[in-house]
């Protein structure tokens, strides 16, 4: 659908003179700051915690694009109607994961001694899950992740926008439409696995010892709820700019609060699932997971993550009225975020403190740096693609219905 046969006016690029046309230089100046002044402090004695910061930086990008791959998947497989007008922005975000392929390589080279005990470690619970937990195969598995979502995050974006150009060639668009959608019909598959395997991976063997059949999901369930928070404050952020004002509307808004306030839920019966599983089994190579983290200091945010990951955002979220105010949907889903971060912190932080030695709960300097820098880099390869092409899919045959969606 072209942009004259729409019934609504729609600003489709982003203005030379908005902060947003600027992200590739600002991103690129973050990035080049923030991983070259974490990458710095990793030698030497006190290394090995700049590594954990960087993991975590990695993560937790990485879960917001991989959120955002996941919807396009879907949406596309399901033909929804409601999204049309801020699934380009989604694409957009799934587009930059060959980027996390060149952020994993400092760890690939220089960080997994650091990070993954099992590297050099050795125990007889350990030498049960050497076919697994081996250099080789791991590097094979990770090098299998990144392609499939780096393949699949720009084969829909690129088709996607290849769309935008054929308003006066139909069958080419719905053949394209049609194309996408079988797409993510094997997709779905194969990000399902390649998510739940990345997180037993990457996230779980810091403490190899430890184990847990629900892990996958739980990463799952973080990362689409960080995605919705994303997509809701990127789309403010840009209307604010002067790009889709008409377009995305408050039934728009009100919806992706839905999905803020549904995945909190989803997220939380994910956690506690899987904590009291572990409590009623009681085997210590499961326990160990939570006893590592309720001591120094971590116990404070073991009680802190179900009362502002869960409750806080629970009844804040829980009217419909909150849900189609911007402002209010925009603090939670800020919350939201900020408690995603502290999610992924007491996941991965808990393991620097010499793997199996008492966790201490240490912020370091070089948390704020890996941060900087990998939202940096995410900003950069972001903002370039976004300036690329139009904001929407102008030529998208469900665009209509999505301008004039309500809810009921």
Known sequence: MSHSQVSKPLDITIPASSLWAKLPLIGGALAVIGIGATLAA????????AWFSYLWAFAALLSVCLGALAFVLIDHSVRAQWSGVIRRIAETIAASLPLFALLFLPIAVLGMHALYPWTHETDEILLKKRWFLSTGFFFGRATFYVIVWSVLGTVLYRLSVKQDGLAQNLPARDAISQLLRKISAVGIFLWALTLS?????????LQPHWYSTMFGVYF???????????????????QRAGVLKDAITTEHYHDLGKYVFGFTVFWAYIAFSQFVLIWYANI?????FYMTRMEGGWDKISYALPLGHFFLPFFFLL????????????????WTLFMHLVDLYWLILPNASGHGGEAHL????????????????????????LKKSAVVCINDPRLEDSLVHENF
Do not use: Y
């Open 220 to 238: 799952f369930a973080a990362s689409i709820l960080a995605f919705f928070a994303t997509l809701t404050l990127i789309a403010m952020g840009l």
């Open 197 to 205: 395997f990345a997180a037993v991976d990457w996230l779980m063997s």
């Open 42 to 49: 990793t030698p030497g004695e006190h290394g090995a915690r």
């Open 319 to 334: 009217s419909r009225q909150i849900k189609r105010n911007r402002t209010l949907l925009a603090v939670g889903c800020v």
């Open 284 to 288: 210590p190579e499961e326990t160990i």
């Open 362 to 385: 240490d912020l370091s300097w070089t948390d704020l740096t890996a941060l900087v820098g990998v939202l940096g880099a995410f900003l950069a390869v972001f903002g370039f693609l």
